[in-house]
């Protein structure tokens, strides 16, 4: 493993306790170029983990707490007319929302309006905004971790499956175990901000590397295989999208980068297919209560279909 | 897969809905079945009632309109009323026509019936089986190869109806390429098949039709023939060893039928004879015709008769023929009045062997019945006749100068030769013999027959044909305007022949009917058809098809178990037992391999490079050694997997081995250097089977 991966993983793991796998799917997100979606219970620290991966990177932190009434512009801004009376150009000058900012946390995202989410959806997808006619671009590196609240799903709006899709990856972190709850309660210095390791230059020089790892075609056919399994095969209601074998390339890419490998095995895809195709598989919202204990069942259908397919057959 | 295909075929239909919901492959293929219906129905004509072939068109124009969208499908209350109207049709018309035609029809109107409310896959499926059927009805009577290229062309059609209902969405072009290979795969093994199988005999007998019957009737009213002149469709051919055994023109009488009754116009079999001939064969006597070749008589010649489907038992041979019964599939029994019967109706084209012993006579074989039942004439018709017949039997002491007169009276008082005689309602003979002095066959021999009989010299009237054609240098063939008629005297214990035709046109024995007719100024067809047929071109033409549909009759139709055993023997030489079981299971098994091949494609593994070969046969010991499978797990896991059931050695060398997998297979290294690696990997793999070789010890 890299150094300074190394070094901000365990960084974070000193906010975090023992959610190393979780930790390092996160990682692998952000130097994927993609946007993760964290579901879990009300204060498992899914804000500390955003504002932590913001510290470490030394990237620009927003937080918007999504409600039925968020409006698109409370989210993307608007445009203002300045009329103070001394001033002789009198116009309107556009006023940035908190979504022009390098890593955003979108919190209780399914309690927002559809208005609201597929607003938030398509500047994911676009990495610019438009008002008024006007073309904004956000700024790069940009990377939102949007959180859901599995439980209490009355007044919500579900994410369908169609913007469900432009989430790289779905992580939840769950209770810690014992031990790192006991250490995390005597913790002292836990409110302390973490120092920046990576510079968001060498961020973006990473993300480029993560590009470069090589794939072959054997691992190719590997994702190929999983994901026409998932499309040929009638137990999955909703069979994998190009974009979802896209989204697995570069994760196992980045997987392997974290690793500190020059190419990507099969163990790379496997390590992030989970987290990568759990939420893209299942249909239905995710009421389950079984989240945050264990394995849902959309991780269910996930690890049976990386179990149907053999790696070595590609 | 199958959900697979479904996926596949919904996506096709939403898809086709989406683009061109106009002409969707659905109404096209439905329109190209109703299609091959129509054809099918104007093939089986001669099953199939007038209304049910109309009612057949209309369900066609139904399906036309419904495909140009100018009509929706009626209600299916109306069908059901129409089906209601058609049973009881079919039942009151059904009696008439017989079982195996009323199924037919039965049949065509469900198709027809169906084909109108047609709107589901399943409905689809079930009228291309239908239509599978109706296809083999026709062959139950149509056997040439016309027919048969026909049927082929629109099975053909109908397949491609099919594959282009289920194909994806495609030019119908790539649908027909489809079936083609198919086709194409299919007709070595139905050639195989066909050439090796066992011929059983059929299980089932065909019932027998009431429909019409062709070639000859067991009746004759003169001028009956003169309308079988006209047609000139094949009766039979007969095959000879070679040219020099055919006989003569003027001897080849084709004996079929004998008539001995007659009530003034008509001449039929008598029910006496009928009724004797059952009794004889009860007394269980011979019938002299099959002692002919126990008499050492020389200068016999063996040949083969193909016989088109007549509907009748009788059969004809050249006078005189023992049916060779050891080679026939059904068996040709002899009659005491020298004719032959079939066991079973000529329902298809059959082939028959016979000798033929010329040269031979025709006995009294049932003494005084037969000469009392040839002498009997009805009093009250034809007087002219009978006073001129006395009147000759008093100039004319014996039999035989009275026969030569009467032949001589033919000849000498003007007599013409006429396909086309005026009707004779009234005392024919008196008519004929005194009057018009033209007519065909059949009058003569009528006339004369009963002449004789007022003589009071037994005579009957032979019915059958005379002449052929020569196909080849040893087949003849014989067709319906070959019909003839003539005359057989009782004298002097035997029954001679004589044939007053010949009196007035003597062509007609040498050179055939148009000859004879050319003389007297007349055309066996006549109008334009007639003109065409006599072109040069034509006849080249109708000289080819001939011989085709010769070959045809002889090497498909034709081949039966007699026939397959010679062509077992001269592949094989002698025959034994075992030398059958073992071409039998041998073609079958080959049919069995090919169907293999073609029905489950066997999984082709990629042609992997060796290095991955053998790493992957390290895996196999591995995993037979610890018991473990490897399953869906890649190399790295799997090496964890077993790490707790392996010696420090293995897993140090099944490590290298997964390292050096992972490097060649996933690495990105263009330049690999491959024999290296598979080097390195036989190495490390002799020493994973050397260490668990070890472990087991």
């Given at each position: 493993?890299?150094?300074?991966?190394?070094?901000?993983?365990?960084?974070?793991?000193?906010?975090?306790?023992?959610?190393?796998?979780?930790?390092?799917?996160?990682?692998?997100?952000?130097?994927?170029?993609?946007?993760?979606?964290?579901?879990?219970?009300?204060?498992?620290?899914?804000?500390?983990?955003?504002?932590?991966?913001?510290?470490?990177?030394?990237?620009?932190?927003?937080?918007?707490?999504?409600?039925?009434?968020?409006?698109?512009?409370?989210?993307?801004?608007?445009?203002?007319?300045?009329?103070?009376?001394?001033?002789?150009?009198?116009?309107?000058?556009?006023?940035?929302?908190?979504?022009?900012?390098?890593?955003?946390?979108?919190?209780?995202?399914?309690?927002?309006?559809?208005?609201?989410?597929?607003?938030?959806?398509?500047?994911?997808?676009?990495?610019?905004?438009?008002?008024?006619?006007?073309?904004?671009?956000?700024?790069?590196?940009?990377?939102?971790?949007?959180?859901?609240?599995?439980?209490?799903?009355?007044?919500?709006?579900?994410?369908?499956?169609?913007?469900?899709?432009?989430?790289?990856?779905?992580?939840?972190?769950?209770?810690?175990?014992?031990?790192?709850?006991?250490?995390?309660?005597?913790?002292?210095?836990?409110?302390?901000?973490?120092?920046?390791?990576?510079?968001?230059?060498?961020?973006?020089?990473?993300?480029?590397?993560?590009?470069?790892?090589?794939?072959?075609?054997?691992?190719?056919?590997?994702?190929?295989?999983?994901?026409?399994?998932?499309?040929?095969?009638?137990?999955?209601?909703?069979?994998?999208?190009?974009?979802?074998?896209?989204?697995?390339?570069?994760?196992?890419?980045?997987?392997?980068?974290?690793?500190?490998?020059?190419?990507?095995?099969?163990?790379?895809?496997?390590?992030?297919?989970?987290?990568?195709?759990?939420?893209?598989?299942?249909?239905?919202?995710?009421?389950?209560?079984?989240?945050?204990?264990?394995?849902?069942?959309?991780?269910?259908?996930?690890?049976?279909?990386?179990?149907?397919?053999?790696?070595?057959?590609? | 897969?199958?959900?697979?295909?479904?996926?596949?075929?919904?996506?096709?239909?939403?898809?086709?809905?989406?683009?061109?919901?106009?002409?969707?492959?659905?109404?096209?293929?439905?329109?190209?079945?109703?299609?091959?219906?129509?054809?099918?129905?104007?093939?089986?004509?001669?099953?199939?009632?007038?209304?049910?072939?109309?009612?057949?068109?209309?369900?066609?124009?139904?399906?036309?309109?419904?495909?140009?969208?100018?009509?929706?499908?009626?209600?299916?209350?109306?069908?059901?009323?129409?089906?209601?109207?058609?049973?009881?049709?079919?039942?009151?018309?059904?009696?008439?026509?017989?079982?195996?035609?009323?199924?037919?029809?039965?049949?065509?109107?469900?198709?027809?019936?169906?084909?109108?409310?047609?709107?589901?896959?399943?409905?689809?499926?079930?009228?291309?089986?239908?239509?599978?059927?109706?296809?083999?009805?026709?062959?139950?009577?149509?056997?040439?190869?016309?027919?048969?290229?026909?049927?082929?062309?629109?099975?053909?059609?109908?397949?491609?109806?099919?594959?282009?209902?289920?194909?994806?969405?495609?030019?119908?072009?790539?649908?027909?390429?489809?079936?083609?290979?198919?086709?194409?795969?299919?007709?070595?093994?139905?050639?195989?098949?066909?050439?090796?199988?066992?011929?059983?005999?059929?299980?089932?007998?065909?019932?027998?039709?009431?429909?019409?019957?062709?070639?000859l009737s067991d009746t004759v009213t003169p001028g009956d023939i003169a309308s079988l002149?006209?047609?000139?469709?094949?009766?039979?051919?007969?095959?000879?060893?070679?040219?020099?055994?055919?006989?003569?023109?003027?001897?080849?009488y084709?004996r079929a039928l004998v008539m001995e009754d007659f009530d003034g116009k008509t001449w039929s079999i008598s029910d006496r004879r009928k009724q004797a001939e059952r009794q004889l064969?009860?007394?269980?006597?011979?019938?002299p015709?099959?002692?002919?070749?126990?008499?050492?008589?020389?200068?016999?010649?063996?040949?083969?008769?193909?016989?088109?489907?007549?509907?009748?038992?009788w059969?004809?041979?050249?006078e005189?023929?023992?049916?060779?019964?050891?080679?026939?599939?059904?068996?040709?029994?002899?009659q005491f009045d020298y004719t032959?019967r079939?066991?079973?109706?000529?329902?298809?084209?059959?082939?028959?062997?016979?000798?033929?012993?010329?040269?031979?006579s025709i006995d009294n074989a049932a003494g005084d019945f037969e000469r009392q039942l040839n002498s009997l004439i009805p009093t009250t018709t034809n007087d002219e006749t009978r006073q001129w017949a006395l009147a000759l039997k008093r100039q004319h002491a014996t039999p035989e100068l009275l026969a030569n007169a009467i032949m001589n009276y033919f000849r000498q008082q003007g007599f013409s030769y006429t396909?086309?005689p005026n009707a004779m309602p009234v005392d024919p003979i008196d008519t004929f013999l005194f009057e018009e002095k033209a007519g065909f066959c059949a009058h003569y021999a009528s006339a004369m027959t009963f002449a004789l009989r007022a003589a009071g010299v037994p005579a009957r009237m032979v019915t059958g044909y005379q002449?052929?054609?020569?196909?080849?240098?040893?087949?003849?063939?014989?067709?319906?305007?070959?019909a003839h008629a003539w005359v057989e005297a009782l004298i002097n214990g035997q029954w001679q022949r004589y044939d007053p035709t010949s009196m007035v046109a003597?062509?007609r024995?040498?050179?055939?009917?148009?000859?004879?007719?050319?003389?007297?100024?007349?055309?066996?067809?006549?109008?334009?058809?007639?003109?065409?047929?006599?072109?040069?071109?034509?006849?080249?033409?109708?000289?080819?098809?001939?011989?085709?549909?010769?070959?045809?009759?002889?090497?498909?139709?034709?081949?039966?178990?007699?026939?397959?055993?010679?062509?077992?023997?001269?592949?094989?030489?002698?025959?034994?037992?075992?030398?059958?079981?073992?071409?039998?299971?041998?073609?079958?098994?080959?049919?069995?391999?090919?169907?293999?091949?073609?029905?489950?494609?066997?999984?082709?593994?990629?042609?992997?490079?060796?290095?991955?070969?053998?790493?992957?046969?390290?895996?196999?010991?591995?995993?037979?050694?610890?018991?473990?499978?490897?399953?869906?797990?890649?190399?790295?896991?799997?090496?964890?997997?077993?790490?707790?059931?392996?010696?420090?050695?293995?897993?140090?060398?099944?490590?290298?081995?997964?390292?050096?997998?992972?490097?060649?297979?996933?690495?990105?290294?263009?330049?690999?250097?491959?024999?290296?690696?598979?080097?390195?990997?036989?190495?490390?793999?002799?020493?994973?089977?050397?260490?668990?070789?070890?472990?087991?010890?």
């Amino acid at each position: 493993m890299r150094s300074d991966i190394e070094k901000s993983l365990h960084a974070l793991g000193n906010k975090i306790l023992g959610k190393e796998h979780q930790l390092k799917l996160a990682l692998t997100c952000l130097l994927a170029n993609g946007h993760l979606l964290i579901e879990d219970l009300p204060g498992m620290g899914k804000t500390t983990l955003s504002h932590a991966l913001s510290q470490v990177f030394g990237l620009q932190y927003s937080r918007i707490q999504f409600t039925s009434d968020l409006l698109p512009s409370d989210m993307l801004g608007v445009n203002i007319f300045h009329s103070s009376e001394t001033d002789t150009n009198k116009q309107f000058s556009f006023r940035h929302g908190p979504i022009f900012s390098q890593v955003v946390l979108a919190d209780e995202l399914n309690r927002a309006s559809p208005k609201t989410q597929s607003a938030l959806l398509e500047a994911m997808e676009e990495r610019q905004v438009s008002i008024d006619g006007t073309t904004h671009s956000l700024p790069s590196p940009f990377f939102v971790i949007a959180t859901q609240n599995p439980s209490s799903q009355s007044g919500t709006y579900p994410l369908p499956e169609s913007q469900l899709d432009r989430f790289f990856m779905r992580i939840s972190l769950g209770y810690p175990q014992w031990d790192a709850e006991k250490a995390m309660l005597k913790q002292t210095n836990s409110t302390a901000p973490l120092e920046q390791i990576i510079d968001e230059a060498s961020l973006k020089a990473m993300q480029q590397e993560v590009s470069n790892i090589h794939a072959s075609d054997a691992l190719i056919h590997y994702i190929l295989m999983l994901v026409n399994e998932s499309r040929n095969n009638g137990d999955y209601p909703n069979p994998l999208s190009p974009r979802a074998s896209r989204a697995l390339l570069q994760g196992a890419k980045a997987w392997a980068f974290i690793s500190n490998k020059a190419f990507a095995t099969p163990e790379d895809v496997q390590a992030v297919f989970t987290a990568i195709t759990a939420h893209r598989l299942s249909a239905t919202p995710h009421s389950e209560s079984a989240t945050y204990k264990g394995h849902s069942p959309s991780d269910e259908l996930s690890r049976r279909l990386l179990e149907s397919v053999d790696p070595l057959a590609a | 897969m199958k959900a697979f295909l479904t996926r596949q075929n919904a996506v096709v239909n939403s898809l086709d809905m989406a683009i061109t919901p106009s002409t969707s492959h659905k109404s096209t293929s439905y329109l190209m079945l109703a299609v091959a219906y129509g054809v099918l129905l104007l093939t089986l004509t001669d099953e199939l009632m007038v209304w049910v072939i109309v009612l057949g068109m209309c369900a066609l124009v139904v399906r036309v309109l419904v495909y140009l969208k100018s009509s929706q499908l009626p209600h299916p209350r109306t069908i059901n009323l129409l089906a209601v109207l058609s049973l009881f049709a079919l039942t009151w018309f059904g009696f008439s026509i017989g079982l195996l035609n009323s199924m037919i029809n039965l049949l065509a109107v469900a198709f027809a019936l169906k084909l109108i409310l047609l709107n589901s896959k399943r409905d689809f499926h079930l009228l291309f089986c239908t239509s599978l059927f109706l296809i083999g009805c026709g062959f139950i009577s149509a056997l040439s190869m016309i027919a048969w290229l026909g049927y082929i062309g629109v099975l053909l059609f109908l397949l491609l109806a099919l594959a282009y209902y289920h194909g994806p969405v495609t030019p119908l072009r790539s649908s027909a390429k489809f079936v083609a290979t198919l086709v194409l795969q299919a007709i070595p093994i139905a050639a195989l098949l066909f050439l090796v199988m066992p011929q059983l005999p059929p299980l089932w007998q065909m019932p027998t039709s009431k429909s019409q019957q062709t070639g000859l009737s067991d009746t004759v009213t003169p001028g009956d023939i003169a309308s079988l002149a006209k047609s000139s469709d094949l009766a039979f051919t007969a095959t000879f060893p070679s040219n020099d055994d055919i006989p003569l023109p003027q001897q080849r009488y084709w004996r079929a039928l004998v008539m001995e009754d007659f009530d003034g116009k008509t001449w039929s079999i008598s029910d006496r004879r009928k009724q004797a001939e059952r009794q004889l064969s009860l007394l269980q006597k011979t019938p002299p015709l099959t002692q002919l070749l126990s008499a050492d008589i020389n200068d016999v010649t063996d040949y083969e008769m193909i016989v088109e489907p007549t509907k009748q038992n009788w059969l004809f041979a050249l006078e005189l023929s023992v049916p060779n019964n050891e080679k026939n599939n059904i068996l040709a029994n002899a009659q005491f009045d020298y004719t032959l019967r079939a066991s079973t109706p000529l329902m298809s084209k059959k082939s028959f062997y016979f000798t033929y012993v010329p040269n031979a006579s025709i006995d009294n074989a049932a003494g005084d019945f037969e000469r009392q039942l040839n002498s009997l004439i009805p009093t009250t018709t034809n007087d002219e006749t009978r006073q001129w017949a006395l009147a000759l039997k008093r100039q004319h002491a014996t039999p035989e100068l009275l026969a030569n007169a009467i032949m001589n009276y033919f000849r000498q008082q003007g007599f013409s030769y006429t396909l086309e005689p005026n009707a004779m309602p009234v005392d024919p003979i008196d008519t004929f013999l005194f009057e018009e002095k033209a007519g065909f066959c059949a009058h003569y021999a009528s006339a004369m027959t009963f002449a004789l009989r007022a003589a009071g010299v037994p005579a009957r009237m032979v019915t059958g044909y005379q002449g052929g054609e020569q196909l080849d240098d040893n087949v003849l063939q014989v067709r319906q305007y070959d019909a003839h008629a003539w005359v057989e005297a009782l004298i002097n214990g035997q029954w001679q022949r004589y044939d007053p035709t010949s009196m007035v046109a003597p062509s007609r024995l040498n050179f055939g009917l148009e000859q004879a007719l050319a003389e007297f100024g007349e055309k066996r067809t006549s109008g334009l058809l007639g003109d065409i047929s006599e072109g040069a071109l034509f006849m080249t033409l109708q000289n080819w098809m001939r011989q085709m549909d010769y070959q045809w009759s002889k090497w498909i139709l034709g081949f039966d178990a007699n026939k397959q055993k010679d062509l077992l023997e001269d592949l094989l030489g002698q025959i034994t037992t075992k030398k059958i079981t073992a071409v039998f299971l041998a073609s079958l098994s080959v049919v069995g391999v090919i169907l293999l091949v073609y029905f489950f494609p066997i999984k082709r593994q990629p042609n992997r490079p060796k290095y991955q070969r053998i790493y992957r046969n390290a895996l196999g010991l591995v995993e037979k050694h610890t018991g473990v499978k490897r399953h869906h797990l890649s190399p790295h896991q799997y090496l964890k997997h077993v790490d707790n059931y392996l010696e420090g050695s293995t897993k140090a060398s099944l490590h290298a081995m997964t390292v050096l997998f992972n490097e060649s297979v996933y690495g990105g290294d263009d330049n690999l250097d491959k024999p290296l690696v598979t080097s390195k990997m036989k190495q490390h793999f002799n020493s994973v089977k050397q260490s668990l070789r070890k472990q087991n010890a």
